[in-house]
């Protein structure tokens, strides 16, 4: 069974880069044709789909202007790990970040799909 573990700083300052990395283990991140992403949920807010990679490598992005430009997806097959980057964070990126798993490129539902337990990010100075 497939499982994804978040890890990560849980304060950043503003104005620096966030980077989390998702570990998955009992599977291969290039087989099987899944998709992965990152998804966040910042506090009394909805999920958040930011943007992922599938199996091949191929990397998809929200179109959302919360973070379209700042985002970066990429992956380190010899550590079967998923990594994100957000750049030139502030506060409003204070969220829990999640990396899902499933057939589908966009994940808006833990119902849908393989999920990490989140990492919470607090962006404060």
């Known amino acids: 069974q497939v499982q994804l573990q978040e890890s990560g700083p849980g304060l950043v300052k503003p104005s620096q880069t966030l980077s989390l990395t998702c570990t998955i283990s009992g599977d291969s991140i290039t087989i099987d044709n899944y998709y992965y992403s990152w998804i966040r949920q910042p506090p009394g807010k909805g999920l958040e789909w930011m943007g992922g990679l599938n199996s091949s490598g191929n990397t998809y992005y929200s179109p959302s202007l919360t973070f379209k430009s700042r985002t970066s997806i990429s992956r380190d097959t010899s550590k079967n790990q998923i990594i994100l980057q957000l750049s030139s964070v502030t506060p409003e990126d204070t969220a829990v970040y999640y990396c899902?798993?499933?057939?589908?490129?966009?994940?808006?539902?833990?119902?849908?799909?393989?999920w990490g337990q989140g990492t919470q990010v607090t962006v404060s100075s």
């Open positions: 899902a798993r499933a057939r589908t490129r966009v994940i808006l539902s833990k119902a849908v799909g393989s």
